[in-house]
């Protein structure tokens, strides 16, 4: 796959694959590259391996198999994961959750403050710096944790289909959000998804992976230029890739595509 | 938010329906053991014992003071060595696996039964501490290392991604995550503190030692003196209760920000 912007991969996973503990292959051998600028969606059916591939490259689970090299290996400890629950400490207000990775790093809170002031800002939550977890939206606390990851200013945000359990008029909110942050940040973003819709609005290259052992069945590139809007959702290309992406998830299924 | 704060109007409200039943069983005993001439060596009259309870409100308030003392020792010794050894078998699984056996002998043998053991080889104020004390570990002990151990998964990935210490691990994350659990255990520890306590006066109290309120019970049993039973056990009671409203109201504003169970519904 040529990369968006030319140059090393930022981080390559080479042949990896993970056995869990019972025997259970989730990934047989995963070759994958994400480019600096990327926006790379890991979409694939239920079980077949793309949140694992996720936690490898976090650093949150050990490949059994294979190798993950990271061109800067300084890099890899500058990490955001947005999981699929917003994982918000219930007794922390809202700032004191997004001051948590810097709390943890041994950042003073008067050093922190600007930069999760400057995170809150990012994500549209400046005037519910004092809330608890409890008294926010389901939206608000994903925004919550989105902003606790930016709060490192991540070289790759890692995000583990954190839209997944919105309603549909605050994902499309958050979609969007979440294309202008990218844009203001030039973040790296690899995004994993079940919805096909999802993948081809926020993407520029859709990878899907197969039901079983995570190979993969196909990859699209998205052209990054294109501009997402509503009309991009109404869009022939939108339906094109959309409808490309369908086959390659039918396929992963094991079912034959038209 | 309503839900941060006490309303006093709403105590009120809650407390009268258990307050006026009180007051009317305190009523109808009076009134049954002078209708019916019972004489106060058999059933002492409600009126009876409050006169009792003033007029040996020296004695009696001392005892009572000796009691607290000991079970409020005892608590605070057994919340120390609960949630140290709590934390070191969160730490250790094998540490874990060694002692829990042991931890739960300790809390099914009646400790009834081991307060005259205790008596045999320490002296009566020191058995008496120690008996509170068993009897007010186990829950403590075992309700902090539940909290410790049933920490969200996906709160151990985030602190894993962030590489936390495991100090720090233990006090942004472990410590407030098993804070509802371990103040559960504290309440009923409360309880059972005090009643080590009286357990093991009693036992020493047959020997003729000590001077807490369980022994006062024992003392006027062979006086014949019922209505300073009465009193004596009127003032245990409220202790307890003293105890309990304590930590539920510590309970109560540890959590009452954030946890579930220190809201009201709707809140």
């Given at each position: 796959?040529?990369?968006?912007?030319?140059?090393?991969?930022?981080?390559?996973?080479?042949?990896?694959?993970?056995?869990?503990?019972?025997?259970?292959?989730?990934?047989?051998?995963?070759?994958?590259?994400?480019?600096p600028?990327?926006?790379?969606?890991?979409?694939?059916?239920?079980?077949?391996?793309?949140?694992?591939?996720?936690?490898?490259?976090a650093?949150?689970?050990?490949?059994?198999?294979g190798?993950?090299?990271?061109?800067?290996?300084?890099?890899?400890?500058r990490?955001?994961?947005?999981?699929?629950?917003?994982t918000?400490?219930?007794?922390?207000?809202?700032?004191?959750?997004?001051?948590?990775?810097?709390?943890l790093?041994?950042v003073?809170?008067?050093?922190?403050?600007?930069?999760?002031?400057e995170?809150?800002?990012?994500?549209?939550?400046?005037?519910?710096?004092?809330?608890?977890?409890?008294?926010?939206?389901?939206?608000?606390?994903?925004?919550c944790?989105?902003?606790?990851?930016?709060?490192?200013?991540?070289?790759?945000?890692?995000?583990?289909?954190?839209?997944?359990?919105?309603?549909?008029?605050t994902?499309?909110?958050?979609?969007?959000?979440?294309?202008?942050?990218?844009?203001?940040?030039?973040?790296?973003?690899?995004?994993?998804?079940?919805?096909?819709?999802?993948?081809?609005?926020?993407?520029?290259?859709?990878?899907?992976?197969?039901?079983?052992?995570?190979?993969?069945?196909?990859?699209?590139?998205?052209?990054?230029?294109?501009?997402?809007?509503?009309?991009?959702?109404?869009?022939?290309?939108?339906?094109?890739?959309?409808?490309?992406?369908?086959?390659?998830?039918?396929?992963?299924?094991?079912?034959?595509?038209? | 938010?309503?839900?941060?704060?006490?309303?006093?109007?709403?105590?009120?409200?809650?407390?009268?329906?258990?307050l006026?039943?009180?007051?009317?069983?305190?009523?109808?005993w009076?009134?049954?053991?002078?209708?019916?001439?019972?004489?106060?060596?058999?059933l002492?009259?409600?009126?009876?014992?409050?006169?009792?309870?003033?007029?040996?409100?020296?004695?009696?308030?001392?005892?009572?003071?000796?009691?607290?003392?000991?079970?409020?020792?005892?608590?605070?010794?057994?919340?120390?060595?609960?949630?140290?050894?709590?934390?070191?078998?969160?730490?250790?699984?094998?540490?874990?696996?060694?002692?829990?056996?042991?931890?739960?002998?300790?809390?099914?043998?009646?400790?009834?039964?081991?307060?005259?053991?205790?008596?045999?080889?320490?002296?009566?104020?020191?058995?008496?501490?120690?008996?509170?004390?068993?009897?007010?570990?186990?829950?403590?002990l075992s309700?902090?290392?539940?909290?410790l151990?049933?920490?969200?998964?996906?709160?151990?990935d985030?602190?894993?991604?962030?590489?936390?210490?495991?100090?720090?691990?233990?006090?942004?994350?472990?410590?407030?995550?098993?804070?509802?659990?371990?103040?559960?255990?504290?309440?009923?520890?409360?309880?059972?503190?005090?009643?080590?306590?009286?357990?093991?006066?009693?036992?020493?109290?047959?020997?003729?030692?000590?001077?807490?309120?369980?022994?006062?019970?024992?003392?006027?049993?062979?006086?014949?003196?019922?209505?300073?039973?009465?009193?004596?056990?009127?003032?245990?009671?409220?202790?307890?209760?003293?105890?309990?409203?304590?930590?539920?109201l510590?309970?109560?504003?540890?959590?009452?920000?954030?946890?579930?169970?220190?809201?009201?519904?709707?809140a």
């Open positions: 796959m040529t990369p968006p912007s030319g140059g090393a991969p930022l981080v390559s996973m080479r042949g990896v694959g993970k056995t869990f503990d019972g025997g259970l292959e989730v990934l047989r051998a995963l070759d994958l590259d994400v480019y600028g990327e926006t790379v969606t890991l979409l694939g059916p239920s079980g077949c391996g793309k949140s694992t591939a996720l936690r490898l490259l650093g949150l689970a050990r490949p059994t198999r190798e993950i090299l990271w061109a800067d290996p300084a890099q890899r400890e990490l955001g994961f947005v999981f699929q629950d917003a918000l400490l219930p007794w922390l207000d809202v700032f004191d959750n997004v001051y948590l990775p810097l709390r790093a041994g003073s809170r008067a050093l922190a403050a600007p930069r999760v002031e995170a809150l800002a990012l994500v549209g939550l400046s005037g519910f710096r004092d809330a608890l977890p409890r008294e926010l939206s389901g939206g608000m606390k994903m925004r944790a989105i902003a606790r990851a930016l709060a490192t200013r991540p070289v790759l945000l890692l995000m583990d289909e954190p839209f997944a359990a919105l309603d549909e008029v994902r499309i909110k958050l979609n969007n959000d979440l294309l202008a942050l990218k844009a203001r940040l030039d973040a790296t973003i690899v995004f994993v998804t079940h919805s096909v819709g999802e993948s081809v609005y926020l993407s520029t290259r859709i990878v899907v992976l197969a039901a079983k052992g995570g190979e993969i069945i196909d990859q699209i590139p998205v052209d990054p230029g294109m501009t997402r809007d509503g009309e991009y959702r109404l869009g022939p290309a939108f339906s094109q890739l959309s409808r490309r992406a369908s086959n390659a998830l039918r396929r992963a299924m094991g079912e034959d595509g038209p | 938010m309503s839900a941060s704060r006490l309303n006093l109007r709403e105590i009120l409200a809650a407390a009268a329906p258990p006026v039943a009180f007051a009317a069983f305190l009523a109808l009076e009134a049954v053991t002078r209708l019916r001439g019972i004489p106060p060596y058999v002492p009259a409600p009126s009876i014992i409050l006169q009792k309870l003033i007029e040996d409100r020296e004695l009696l308030f001392s005892s009572l003071l000796v009691t607290l003392s000991i079970t409020l020792q005892a608590l605070t010794l057994a919340t120390v060595c609960g949630v140290l050894l709590a934390l070191a078998m969160a730490q250790s699984k094998w540490l874990a696996r060694t002692l829990t056996p042991y931890a739960i002998m300790l809390q099914v043998t009646p400790i009834v039964a081991i307060a005259p053991l205790l008596l045999v080889y320490l002296s009566p104020p020191r058995a008496v501490l120690v008996c509170a004390f068993l009897a007010a570990f186990f829950p403590i309700n902090t290392a539940l909290g151990a049933s920490v969200d998964h996906a709160l151990l985030l602190f894993d991604l962030y590489r936390a210490s495991a100090w720090r691990r233990l006090i942004y994350l472990r410590a407030p995550a098993a804070l509802p659990q371990f103040l559960a255990g504290l309440r009923i520890a409360g309880g059972l503190a005090l009643i080590g306590a009286v357990v093991a006066e009693l036992a020493a109290g047959a020997a003729g030692q000590g001077t807490g309120l369980a022994f006062r019970i024992v003392e006027a049993g062979f006086r014949l003196d019922i209505p300073r039973m009465f009193a004596a056990l009127a003032l245990l009671s409220l202790a307890g209760v003293a105890i309990y409203g304590a930590l539920s510590l309970t109560y504003y540890s959590l009452r920000r954030w946890h579930e169970s220190a809201r009201e519904r709707g």
